[in-house]
């Protein structure tokens, strides 16, 4: 993959209707090069649909990834909730990947009043077994923890690199607007360099051309994230980011969480594209 692929989380507002296949030719139409599938109140796509969403997606030359659903915890205290919640994953990985999906990005868990090095080694054990789970079915589909932006959540940058650093098959969903709601901070060129300097020196270079990253503006406040904003309403100062991207040469998915979905994705991909080359 060369460069930043841009697109939406979801199919955009300005879509004939609200399916995945007229999203895709939605975002082939704007001229975006991304989507991700919203598989966040369950994986209700079958296996004849997914095909065809592959199918859409080749021919218009849209890259797809998916959000597994939101009620995952795999630091859950009740087995059966971790079982369930590894299904879920495994079920969004299976259905993405007849989606020509490369990647997935999930909720990871809660702390749930545990000490965050307590949930680790829960959450660690729990999706080392999803990964071998799907390693028997030959899936080669990566899975992101995603960046959260709640001091309730398990997912600090930290956490998630941690993760894909001990198992195999894992890669981090940076979600920029969520580590700048929960840090407070987070929000300028050498904050963002910072970011990507330790996935290159954790993860190798590699991680670098394979990203996966999520942007909105944000509103946050003590307890982090409160909601996603429109870019222009927000505090987000989105251009420095992509000039770090730039900088760095980062290569992947770019998806747009804000309320506005395809115009901040468009505005993104357009600041984007006029910034100076990489120095
Ligand atoms: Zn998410």
């Not at 209707?17 to 975006?32: C, F, M, P, S």
Request: overall charge negative; charged content about 25%; some cysteine.
């Amino acid at each position: 993959m060369a460069g930043l692929l841009f697109g939406t989380g979801g199919t955009p507002h300005s879509s004939k209707t609200n399916t995945t296949i007229d999203g895709v030719r939605r975002i082939a139409e704007l001229g975006l090069g991304c989507m991700e599938i919203e598989f966040v109140q369950g994986v209700k796509m079958g296996e004849a649909g997914a095909r065809l969403v592959a199918e859409v997606a080749a021919r218009g030359g849209v890259k797809l990834s998916a959000h597994a659903p939101y009620f995952i915890n795999l630091n859950a205290h009740e087995p059966e909730k971790i079982r369930a919640s590894q299904d879920r994953i495994i079920q969004t990985a299976r259905i993405a990947s007849l989606c020509g999906a490369e990647s997935i990005v999930f909720h990871t868990a809660f702390y749930l009043g545990d000490p965050p090095g307590e949930a680790y080694i829960r959450v660690k054990e729990s999706l080392g077994e999803v990964m071998h789970q799907l390693k028997r079915e030959n899936s080669r589909v990566w899975l992101r923890p995603e960046i959260m932006g709640k001091p309730s959540q398990f997912g600090t940058l930290e956490e998630v690199l941690d993760l894909c650093t001990e198992l195999e098959g894992v890669a981090p969903c940076i979600d920029f607007a969520h580590w700048h709601a929960r840090t407070g901070a987070f929000n300028s060129y050498s904050e963002f360099t910072s970011i990507l300097q330790q996935v290159k020196e954790r993860l190798d270079r590699a991680a670098l051309d394979n990203m996966h990253i999520h942007v909105s503006g944000i509103a946050y406040g003590k307890k982090g994230e409160i909601k996603h904003l429109n870019l222009k309403e927000s505090d987000f100062l989105y251009a420095e980011l992509l000039q770090v991207l730039k900088d760095y040469d980062a290569q992947g998915l770019v998806i747009c969480e804000s309320p506005n979905l395809e115009e901040d994705a468009l505005l993104l991909q357009e600041t984007y594209n006029a910034q100076p080359r990489a120095r």
